[in-house]
Structures are given as structure tokens and as C-alpha cells.
């Protein structure tokens, strides 16, 4: 134990000149920050009884100091560390009566001595040293100057080498606080004794002059020792195991919040309740933390970062920092009262965003367009559109897109709600513009690609491609969204554009049939309509690849188409009837006409019953001779088509007088006048 005290050699107490080597190497001790694990330098060992000896010398020349008991604690005769307050005398007399008591026992306790001392600190009973150094200190106030210049050395010392092992202790405290709570106890309780000492010291007016190391400000030490330990640890990135694909700017993030959040967790259940409150443990190692971890935020934000380190160091600042931080109950209690505030500036913060939101924009923006020209390429390979549950599909561009914009909308709202909603109204911007390009392409396909052998299973697998982009928007986007009405415009205009091409060759198959209707005067107009519906069945058939809610709007394009072209045959001025005969006649061909139509589309899938009342109306207005019947029947046709004009009628009702027809048809301008526009279905039909 006596080579550790280096600075006896030129003390009072004469150590030979042979330890004059241990000096310089003691000074080494003055380094808090040197590991709890380091030895203290040997050196030559004097005669234990020479220093025994010599110590009792220098305090018996003042016994009365030398036992005078610290302000802070008092010794006992076991070396065991107690409070003043904890003496069992206390409540039992009066004061008088104790300090008499404490007095005697004091009187009987012999002086301590600096071997004494040396051996409290290789035994680690650390406050019981800081307690003896202490009594020591004092025994000196009243030796003359010489003397107190010469012992205040040897103490000067000693306090070193406690310094040392307190704050190499206190250094290591988040280790030690699980693996050795008891060591890290005593230098606590070492460092309370010397800031109790302290304020005592300052307390005194005026203050002792013979005291003059005093205050030691060892709390003051701790705090810079505390923020030694924060750093190194939070620079030790050996610390956390590597984790795959990670940048190194990505790892050191993870490993300082990683260690942040662990370390203070040991704050809070293991260190904290060791201090007094007045030395706000958890604010100052929270606060220490956070500061050098927002420092190399601020240092990385600076620096070019690469983009997934941008999205990265984001997602620390508004999300994993603020939030994981506290999923420990306990832990979000005590950040709470701190208020430790963000890792970066809020303008810094800023920019940032700004460089990830360009960023982002600009990289889903080139990925949905190499995309794009992909699907065309598909376009040109000879090979059919493949099937899932019976319809073509070209969904991998839909899928695409609207999986980049998820992507990028979610990644974008896992770092805050703000940058995912100002990334969203850039997407929202960007869709409309791709689909305009996708509708260009599709335009182009179909007038250059005619002779494609599968050129309309293309066409429909593209019809098909639109309903997952309808969706995506109609579920996603706000209703008064311009976006949402620019992209839903576009998508009609694709769908409508294909609808147009598929049913080309249909209606331009049946036009020969429904002028038969004219030409034969509506004689063996059962079997032209058998006929129209067969050719309209073998069509119906293909467009059974399309999606359900694609293929319902084709058959009722169809629908309307058959009623639209009757009633075209139907209204030309050669089908004039002047007889009540001739009308009925035709009226029944009509209303047997219309039965079959009807039965035809409603088993085909139509919905559009709005277009089974116009042929059976018409045929009812032809049939009936009553004015005021047929001014019932045209009220209601006008009802339902507000469309109707005058042009539309006059011709069938040729055996009525002029003053009668115009009654009629004063009406059916009355009636169409009153009522909204609907469902167009007259207004594109000429008479000639």
C-alpha cells in the first residue's frame, strides 16, 4: 500500500531518496479519466514504523484539531461512513448533553493518519478516506504557516489518488452501476462528503483563510467527468453490432440512440436515486447526450449526404428520436420534465426536407417513366395479354405506379405527417401528367397497331389497367382534389377511346341490318331483330374479358346503340302511316320489337333500364288515336327524355289535322321545357 504514495518523498515525513522515480509517474493520477482498471505506479517502500512514527508526530502537536469532527459527518471508531444526524444519541438528551457525549467520543478516537487514509482507499471504503482527509484538512487551520505548508502537501496528495479513484469510478458509471453498485456507491458518497465540505466552506463568513484548497468543486469536476464518459461512449461505436446494408451515417445514428436510450434507462433506475436531487442527475446526463447527439446530427446535415442517408437522418429528427425514445414508461416520464427539444434547427430541418422531397419526387417521377416505356415494349412483343380470372390484364404498370407512390408517400410519412402530405400533393401532381403520357402512348398504339394479332386483347387488357388507377384515386384522393378530377377525365378519355374501337366492328356489322327495318316497311322485322341480336351475342362474347364494371358499361354502350339505331329507322320521314291500321299495325312490330331487345341486353348484363321505356312509348303514341291519350303517352315520354323534340314526332301521327298535331306537339314543348336535362338519347338523332 506505501508505494502508492509517491509524494512522501518530499514531505515532512522523510521518505528516503530512493522513491525519488515514483514522483513523475504519480502524476499520472492527476487524470480522472484514466480506467478504474489502471495501477497506481510503485515505488520504494520506507519502514512502515518510521512513517507511523513520523505521522503521530505531526499530530500530536495539535491533538484537538486533529479530532475536531468534520460539519458534514462524523467517523467512527469502526472507519464506518455516518451522517452527524444518524447518531443514536439524538432525542435522548439535550443538546448540550450530545455535544458533551460526542465530545468524549470524539477525545477517544485516535487522530487519523495518512497511512490510514492510504488504506481506507485500497480497501474502496472511499468515503470514509473523504471523511479522514477531511478531519485531517481541518487539524492544520491553526499551525503556522510553515507547517500547514508542509501537511497540506502530504494531504494534497493523498486527495489526489481519491480524486483519481473516484472519478476513474464515477467515469465508469453506467458499467458499474449493474456489475458493482457498491463501488460506485462509495464514490458518490466520497464526492457528496467533498461538495458538503464545500458549501460548509462557503457558508463561513468570512471564510477560514488557512483553508485555501478549498472549494474543491469536485461536483464541478463530476459534471465534466460525466460528460467525458457520455462522449466516449457515444463515440464508441464498437459498441453496437454492425447491422447490414446500413450506411456508416445510418449506424452511427443507430448506435448513439441505441446507447442514448440504454444508458439513461440505467440512469433512471440505478444512478439517480445515489445523488442528492440539488445535483439534477437525469437532466444532466440527458441533457450531455442529447447535445452531442444533436452536434453530429447538425455535423451530418452540413455534410453532402447521400439520399438514404437524408431520409435517414430525418427519420431520427421527427420520428425514432422523439418517439422510441419514450416507449419506456418510465424513461418518457423523466425526458418529459427535461425537455431536451429536436436534434436539428428547425431551418436546417428544413432544408433538409427540401432536398428530400426534390429528391423523392424526381426519383419516382424517372422511375414511373421507365415503366412506361416498358409497358410499350410489351405492347410490340407478339404475345397475348395474360389472364387473371378470365380478363386480360396489363396491371404491372398500375401496380408500379401506384405501389411507388405508396412507397413513397409511407416512407415519407414514417419520417413526420408534414413531409408525407406535401409528398403526396407532389405525387398527386405527377400522376395526372404520367397518365396523359400513358393515354398518348395508348393513342398511338392504336392507330399504328391495327394489324397486331392481338391487338384487341391489348386494348381491353388496357381498358382493364384503368380501373386499378380509378380506384387508387377515388379511394385516396379528396373529392375537390384538381388532381383527382384531371386524372378520372383521363382515364374516362382511355377507356371511352378503347370502348370506341372495340365496338367499331359490331356497329358497323349491324348498320346493314337495321336498314332492312326501312327497306321491307317493318315487314319480317322479327327476324331482322333475331338477326341483330345474334351478330350483337358473338361480340358480346369477347368483351367478356373485360373487367365486370367495364363490361357493363360496354353492353350498355350496346344497348343504347340498338335503341338509338331503331328509333334512327324508326323516325325517317319515308315511314309515314296515314291510316289508323297502318299505325297499329306498326305499333305491335314495335312493342314486339322492343320485348325481344329488352330480354337480350337485361340477360347480357345491362343495367340501362332507363332505355327500356323508349321504343314501348313510342309504339304506344303511334297506336293511339284518343288526343288526349296520346298527349298522356308524350307527357311521359318527355318525362323520361327531356331530350325530345318536335321533329321527333311529327311524322307518325299523319291522319291527324294540323291544329291537332300542333296541339300535341305544344304540349311536348311545354313538357320539355319544365323539365331537367337527363340521359341523352334523342338529342343525336336527325330526321331525314
Not at 439517480?272 to 444532466?284: D, I
Not at 405506379?401 to 413526420?416: E, F, L, M, T
Not at 379511394?475 to 374501337?501: C, H, P, Q, R, Y
Amino acid at each position: 500500500m506505501m508505494k502508492m504514495l509517491p509524494f512522501f518523498q518530499s514531505g515532512p515525513l522523510g521518505i528516503h531518496n530512493g522513491s525519488e522515480g515514483c514522483i513523475g509517474a504519480n502524476r499520472q493520477l492527476e487524470n480522472p479519466s484514466t480506467s478504474v482498471a489502471e495501477q497506481v505506479p510503485a515505488c520504494p517502500e520506507p519502514s512502515g514504523d518510521e512513517i507511523w512514527s513520523r505521522d503521530q508526530e505531526k499530530m500530536s502537536e495539535r491533538p484537538e484539531a486533529a479530532c475536531r469532527p468534520s460539519r458534514a459527518s462524523s467517523i467512527t471508531s469502526n472507519g464506518s461512513c455516518t451522517s452527524a444526524g444518524d447518531s443514536p444519541e439524538k432525542g435522548k438528551k439535550g443538546i448540550k448533553g450530545i455535544l458533551t457525549s460526542a465530545l468524549k467520543k470524539i477525545k477517544k478516537i485516535k487522530p487519523p493518519s495518512v497511512r490510514q487514509v492510504m488504506d481506507l482507499i485500497e480497501e474502496q471504503k472511499l468515503c470514509d478516506a473523504a471523511q479522514h482527509l477531511i478531519v485531517l484538512e481541518k487539524s492544520l487551520s491553526s499551525k503556522s504557516e510553515e507547517g500547514l505548508n508542509a501537511s497540506q502537501q502530504d494531504i494534497e496528495s493523498v486527495y489526489e489518488v481519491l480524486k483519481h479513484k473516484v472519478f476513474s469510478i464515477l467515469k465508469d458509471s453506467i458499467v458499474l452501476a449493474k456489475t458493482n453498485p457498491e463501488l460506485l456507491q462509495q464514490a458518490v458518497e466520497a464526492l457528496k462528503e467533498q461538495e458538503k465540505e464545500d458549501q460548509n466552506y462557503m457558508s463561513e463568513n468570512p471564510p477560514d483563510p488557512n483553508m485555501q484548497f478549498r472549494p474543491r468543486k469536485w461536483k464541478e469536476l463530476w459534471m465534466a467527468t460525466v460528460k467525458e464518459s457520455v462522449e466516449t461512449r457515444m463515440k464508441d461505436t464498437s459498441r453496437t453490432p454492425r447491422t447490414e446494408n446500413l450506411s456508416t451515417v445510418g449506424q452511427n445514428l443507430l448506435h448513439m440512440g441505441k446507447t442514448m436510450k440504454e444508458d439513461l434507462t440505467v440512469v433512471v433506475k440505478y444512478i439517480k436515486q445515489l445523488y442528492p436531487p440539488e445535483f439534477n442527475v437525469f437532466s444532466t446526463y440527458a441533457e450531455l447526450y442529447h447535445n452531442y447527439f444533436a452536434s453530429q446530427a447538425k455535423k451530418n446535415a452540413e455534410s453532402h449526404l447521400e439520399d438514404k442517408d437524408i431520409y435517414l437522418l430525418l427519420s431520427w429528427v421527427h420520428n425514432i428520436y422523439p418517439k422510441d425514445m419514450r416507449k419506456d414508461h418510465v424513461l418518457a416520464e423523466e425526458l418529459e420534465k427535461v425537455k431536451l427539444g429536436s436534434l436539428l434547427p428547425s431551418s436546417l430541418s428544413t432544408e433538409l426536407e427540401k432536398k428530400y422531397l426534390d429528391s423523392e419526387e424526381a426519383t419516382i417521377k424517372n422511375s414511373l417513366s421507365k415503366c412506361l416505356d416498358k409497358e410499350i415494349q410489351r405492347w410490340k412483343e407478339d404475345k397475348e395479354p395474360e389472364k387473371l380470372n378470365g380478363h386480360f390484364q396489363s396491371e404491372l404498370l398500375a401496380i408500379f405506379v401506384i405501389q411507388s407512390i405508396y412507397s413513397g408517400q409511407k416512407r415519407a410519412k414514417d419520417i413526420s405527417a408534414a413531409v408525407g402530405e406535401e409528398l403526396s400533393h407532389r405525387l398527386w401532381k405527377e400522376l395526372p401528367a404520367f397518365l396523359k403520357s400513358y393515354k398518348d402512348a395508348f393513342e398511338d398504339f392504336k392507330e399504328k397497331s391495327k394489324k397486331h394479332r392481338h391487338y384487341k386483347p391489348i386494348l381491353i387488357a388496357n381498358i382493364n389497367n384503368c380501373w386499378n388507377f380509378r380506384d387508387y384515386a377515388e379511394k385516396n384522393m379528396a373529392e375537390k382534389d384538381d388532381n383527382k378530377a384531371s386524372i378520372l377525365s383521363t382515364l374516362g378519355d382511355i377507356e371511352n377511346s378503347g370502348f370506341d374501337v372495340l365496338l367499331q366492328q359490331l356497329f358497323a356489322q349491324l348498320k346493314p341490318n337495321y336498314k332492312k327495318f326501312t327497306e321491307n316497311k317493318w315487314d319480317c322485322s322479327n327476324e331482322i331483330m333475331n338477326e341483330i341480336i345474334k351478330t350483337t351475342s358473338k361480340h358480346i362474347s369477347d368483351f367478356r374479358t373485360l373487367k365486370d364494371s367495364f363490361y357493363h358499361v360496354i353492353v350498355e354502350k350496346i344497348h343504347a346503340h340498338l335503341v338509338k339505331e331503331y328509333i334512327v329507322r324508326l323516325l325517317k320521314r319515308k315511314v309515314s302511316l296515314k291510316t289508323p291500321a297502318q299505325q297499329q299495325n306498326l305499333a305491335q312490330h314495335i312493342s314486339k320489337n322492343a320485348a325481344d331487345l329488352e330480354a337480350f341486353c337485361t340477360s347480357s348484363g345491362s343495367q340501362a333500364t332507363w332505355l327500356n321505356l323508349a321504343l314501348p312509348k313510342l309504339a304506344e303514341i303511334i297506336r293511339l288515336q284518343d288526343l288526349g291519350a296520346i298527349k298522356i303517352e308524350v307527357a311521359t315520354l318527355a318525362t323520361t327524355y327531356p331530350d325530345i323534340r318536335k321533329k321527333h314526332l311529327e311524322e307518325k301521327k299523319a291522319n291527324l289535322s294540323r291544329s291537332e298535331l300542333k296541339s300535341i306537339l305544344g304540349y311536348l314543348a311545354d313538357c320539355t321545357a319544365s323539365t331537367l336535362p337527363g340521359v341523352p338519347l334523342f338529342s343525336n338523332i336527325n330526321v331525314s
